[in-house]
């Protein structure tokens, strides 16, 4: 089937205007995380510093608490977690299951584990990775409303939890 000049021309032009919108979106994109700062800027060495202190606190912490789950449960606590951070687009009932999961941590060995099971991991919105893999206490206070926030650290203080996010 031969399609006339009209037709082609049509089909040309659509073509540039969808190639010129996919650009723009990715431009657009490109800017937004420059303006939001999803973690770039960050020096190796404070990056390593962050590592290095987060792993002091997990070994420190194991050493003089027993946790109340098992390693297994707190890996998948920790997954279950990221999945409801990394899908949340619209509304909060996935914050909220983000909370309710962080909720769990009855004591600093259970954060500790949660914090070791967590690792570090990207988040995305519509299947785009918002900038690098962070630990969970930056994924807590980037993604999730202040007053959710404040909620976990009440709980946690409450509990007798040292961590505030």
Not at 90 to 115: C, M, P, S, T, W
Not at 130 to 143: R, T, Y
């Amino acid at each position: 089937m031969k399609l006339d000049e009209k037709t082609q021309n049509l089909l040309i032009q659509g073509s540039f205007i969808i190639g010129g919108g996919l650009l723009a979106i990715y431009l657009i994109k490109q800017a937004f995380n420059k303006i939001a700062n999803f973690g770039e800027g960050q020096t190796q060495d404070s990056i390593d510093k962050a590592n290095t202190a987060v792993n002091q606190y997990i070994q420190q912490t194991l050493q003089t608490q027993t946790p109340t789950k098992s390693d297994g449960e707190w890996a998948a606590i920790a997954d279950t977690i990221y999945q409801d951070l990394d899908h949340y687009y619209f509304g909060d009932k996935e914050q909220k299951d983000a909370v309710y999961q962080i909720a769990r941590v009855k004591n600093d060995a259970d954060l500790a584990l949660l914090l070791k099971y967590y690792g570090k991991r990207t988040i995305h919105r519509f299947g785009l990775p918002q900038g690098s893999d962070s630990m969970l206490p930056f994924a807590v206070v980037k993604w999730l409303p202040e007053s959710f926030v404040n909620t976990i650290n009440t709980n946690y203080k409450r509990k007798g939890i040292k961590f505030q996010f």
